[in-house]
């Protein structure tokens, strides 16, 4: 694959910040993601709390502090404040990238001071309730790591679509392949070469763990179908000894170890590769995918199942999380698993070798640093605003028809461009058209932007006219005085738009 041609210069210093570096889809995320930008040639720091990942990128060079994101305890938070600050300036970070919501907070009132290129990833919906909404920074410029999380962010926050960059989980498809070396594991957790291996992946907190739970639940019935069965659970969290004694119960039930918990492990190539099914959901998955195995996608947010072609389209519309789908049940789960296990050795076959070849394809490490890299050049831009002025906030069908025109012809012209609309309903411009917009009659908000603005488009037909009123006169060549007193690049424009 081409690599991208980038404005961001080799060497640049870029701080990744997460909550923690255990087990985990954002933080398997932010690790894959530094060791790729580092390949590409840039020096990455990473931020945390610490956690299982921590070796594995000081391993690969990369320097990692430990400040205490993983709470909202107020002291914790004011000394990652601190110590967040003294990183920045000691290690002269060009750019700050934030994958969580706690340091996105920490670092959006750090950015507000000390100025530096800021930008966030969407890796999960989060709760907006109780004032939580307003303790969420979303960066000057976000990456959604899927469409859906893309339309929750311009939803609930109302960030434009042009400030959103949507990528993927970028895989490692050499660490996880069908050619991974698995005895080692298969001697530590007791497997036999003729053993029939389902593996799970996933954190065991109790927000993530109900899979795992209804996956033991069915080991049972499917025990009875399945020669040999053996399960490796792998993960931990805050429900890890419920989960554990439901297998405790379940290895008692059957007379022998069927169920394995291996706890919180940074190895999951090497425990995926003796499985012959996979069941787990978003990242987890993907690797499995990767690995050439055979995937059953169910989690806490929803159920999509054994996973082939036609299960495509959802799949990468809710980032394989199944958010919005049937929820997951054990019979669901039972019914994939017996359902794969009855189809004979090549179609088994067919559906690992079409998730590696997607995988592949679509879902590469390279890609996945790609796309952080465009967002960072747009933040290093610090684009110039272009505002909008016109008869808009009217409802008037022919000015809103103008104005999608112009908006749409931008888009075109300019990547993320960084588009303000004066409107009298700025709430309701900002939601149908997915750009920033301001009271029209807020003068000290419209000189404010004037400042930030290269360009002023005064757009529409008949608006420099006193037939309507000479007050609707004075207010269009107000602002347009208003641009050109700023001595920026200001253009009017008085074209008449024909409807299309």
């Known amino acids: 694959m081409k690599e991208q041609v980038s404005t961001l210069e080799k060497g640049a210093n870029i701080l990744l910040s997460l909550m923690q570096l255990n087990i985990g889809g954002a933080e398997t995320h932010v690790v894959e993601l530094a060791k790729e930008l580092k390949r590409k040639g840039f020096n990455v720091i990473v931020t945390s709390n610490g956690g299982v990942y921590v070796k594995e990128l000081e391993d690969a060079g990369i320097k990692h502090y430990a400040v205490p994101l993983q709470n909202k305890n107020p002291l914790n938070m004011l000394k990652s404040a601190r110590l967040l600050k003294k990183i920045i300036k000691d290690e002269k970070i060009d750019i700050v990238h934030s994958h969580a919501r706690i340091p996105s907070f920490i670092l959006g009132k750090l950015h507000k001071r000390m100025k530096f290129p800021f930008v966030t990833t969407a890796h999960w919906v989060f709760n907006t309730g109780y004032g939580l909404k307003y303790i969420t920074d979303w960066g000057e410029k976000t990456v959604a790591v899927s469409e859906d999380i893309k339309t929750y962010l311009m939803d609930n926050y109302h960030i434009p679509a042009g400030d959103i960059n949507v990528t993927i989980n970028g895989i490692d498809t050499e660490k996880f392949s069908p050619k991974t070396d698995c005895e080692d594991i298969k001697n530590e957790l007791g497997i036999k070469d003729d053993d029939t291996v389902i593996t799970y992946v996933s954190r065991l907190d109790e927000s993530r763990s109900l899979v795992a739970k209804q996956l033991i639940e069915a080991v049972p019935e499917i025990d009875k179908v399945v020669d040999n069965l ?122 690992g070798e079409y998730g590696r070849e997607l995988i592949k394809k679509e879902y590469s490490v390279t890609r996945m640093a790609d796309d952080s890299i465009k967002v960072y050049d747009w933040a290093l831009q610090k684009n110039k605003e272009i505002l ?44 149908y058209y997915k750009v920033k917009s301001i009271n029209r009659l807020n003068v000290l908000k419209i000189a404010k932007h004037m400042k930030k603005a290269d360009m002023l488009i005064s757009g529409g037909g008949t608006l420099i006219q006193d037939r309507t009123s000479t007050k609707s006169l004075w207010y269009y060549l107000t602002v347009i005085a208003m641009a050109k007193k700023e001595k920026y690049e200001s253009y009017a424009l008085f074209k008449r738009y024909r409807s299309a």
């Open 230 to 351: 053996k399960v490796i659970v792998v993960g931990a969290g805050d429900d890890y000894d419920n989960v554990k004694t439901m297998a405790d119960s379940v290895n008692q039930k059957l007379g022998r170890d069927v169920i394995v918990l291996t706890g919180a492990r940074t190895d999951i190539n090497k425990l995926i590769a003796p499985c012959k099914l996979f069941v787990g959901v978003s990242r987890a998955a993907l690797e499995a995918m990767a690995a050439d195995k055979p995937v059953i996608i169910a989690g806490n947010e929803g159920y999509i199942g054994l996973f082939d072609e036609s299960k495509l389209a959802v799949g990468i519309d809710t980032n394989f999380c199944c958010r919005g789908c049937e929820m997951s049940d054990s019979e669901l789960i039972k019914r994939d698993v017996l359902k794969f296990f009855n189809l004979d050795e090549n179609k088994q076959k067919e559906l």
């Open 388 to 431: 909008i002025s016109g008869y808009y906030g009217f409802k008037n069908s022919g000015d809103d028809a103008l104005l999608q025109a112009i908006i749409n012809d931008l888009k075109q012209y300019k990547e993320s461009p960084n588009i303000v609309v004066l409107s009298a309903n700025p709430a309701e411009t900002m939601e």
